[in-house]
């Protein structure tokens, strides 16, 4: 078809993994041996050869089919080992596909990795030509495009500098700009954002987003910013141990990746303690998400419960948990005083119950945290973390109806709290 950018037919990759034999000796070990007298084979005590698959294949892709068409922006999550960096080079003709075929119409670009085709020997200024070059473009096309592509870097100072002197975030921020403006007709990205910081991630969403909707260049997109993926992309491809578990519409695909492996959907958001604590120790902790099949969706009302046992009740107790996002970063914030339940001044178990109405976090994984602390002392009493992890998805939103930007730490004020001796 003419719309047609990438078609993708039956593919498979098959890599061969060398195990090395019980036994097996290097080359330094075999002539000391020799030395000694020692023999250089695997033998086992009775003095007979052993058996040792010393090969063994491995599919990175099994049969993949798939059609992309100009203008589209794809999306490709799945787990880590799921064949998404595998499926790129073999796109970008890094790598050749054992089985199947891949058709290609237009210039590609590729950004796998930090520095992908630069020459670290090379200045910033040459490795711009040099990218350039690579991908068909005359020098006046080139220079033509060069202070953007500056600018969008952010390497003035350093463009007469070899590159391998670059940082890790210089580098990406360089490669980035000269595959994004150097007109390429497919744009492939495999995770390197998550290199740079959180202003540059939305500078290079930002771009990605005028080189896909305003020109019209097709886009693939590998990354486990699920955030990133729904902002940018309209399709999602999920894959798993090299096969397509889904192709559709991106916000239907990041909630078949959230499910995926899950026998239980509220398993993963229960705490139970292990037996044998004592003092202020959190008994249980559940999350109760919005969504029945354990995801929360955004604005929706989200409940936390939790069994608290006071072994050694405080004269001013404060019991407070956190939301913390998947870098670790707490994004809301609640607490309750014993000054307005009286619940931390006599032993015993109590249950809290905290409901936040309209809980609005972004697409991704979070956790929460608890702890207990003194108010009038001004101390920890206690504090556990990374409880109850569960995920939050926009699939009752449509993609431009929201931003991607980071979540901040907000206190809520119309969180309702409920308290219960057991």
Known sequence: MADLAIRVEELSKRYVLSHRARGQMTLRETLSNALSFQRSKPWNLQG????????????????????????????????NGAGKSTLLKVISRITEPTKGRIKIRGRVASLLEVGTGFHPELTGRENIYLNGAILGMSRAEISRKFDEIVAFAEVER?????????????????????AAYLEPEILIVDEVLAVGDVQFQQKCLGKMEDVATR???????????????????????????????????????????????????????????PPGKSGNYLVMAQVHPSDPNGLHCWGESIAFEFILNIDDPQPSLCFSF????????????????????????????????CVIPKLRLFMGSYTVTIWF??????????????????????????????????????????????????
Request: charged share 25%; glycine share 6%; hydrophobic share 35%.
């Open 48 to 79: 007979k050869r052993t058996s040792f698959q010393e090969h063994e294949e491995f599919w990175a892709l099994k049969n993949l089919s798939f059609e992309v068409r100009q203008g589209d922006r794809v999306g490709i999550i799945g787990r």
């Open 158 to 178: 350093f463009l007469d500098t070899p590159v391998k002197r670059y940082s890790s975030g210089m580098y990406v921020r360089l490669a980035f700009a000269v």
């Open 215 to 273: 020109e019209g260049r097709t886009v693939l997109f590998v990354s486990h910013n699920l955030q990133a993926v729904a902002q940018l992309t309209n399709r999602c491809i999920v894959l798993s141990h090299g096969e397509c578990k889904f192709d559709g519409p991106t916000d239907q695909g990041v909630m078949t990746y959230l499910l995926s492996g899950k026998s239980e959907p509220d398993y993963s958001t229960f705490y139970q303690a």
């Open 322 to 353: 956190q939301v913390v996002d998947s870098q670790q970063q707490p994004v809301t914030h609640n607490w309750i005083y014993d000054s307005e339940t009286a619940f931390g001044r006599q032993k015993g178990q109590i249950a809290l119950r």
């Open 373 to 422: 602390a003194e108010r009038r002392q001004g101390t920890i009493v206690e504090t556990i973390t990374h409880l109850c992890p569960f995920n939050v998805t926009m699939a009752k939103f449509v993609r431009q109806d929201y931003e991607w930007r980071p979540n901040e730490c907000v206190y809520i004020e119309d969180a309702q709290w409920e308290i219960h001796d057991l």
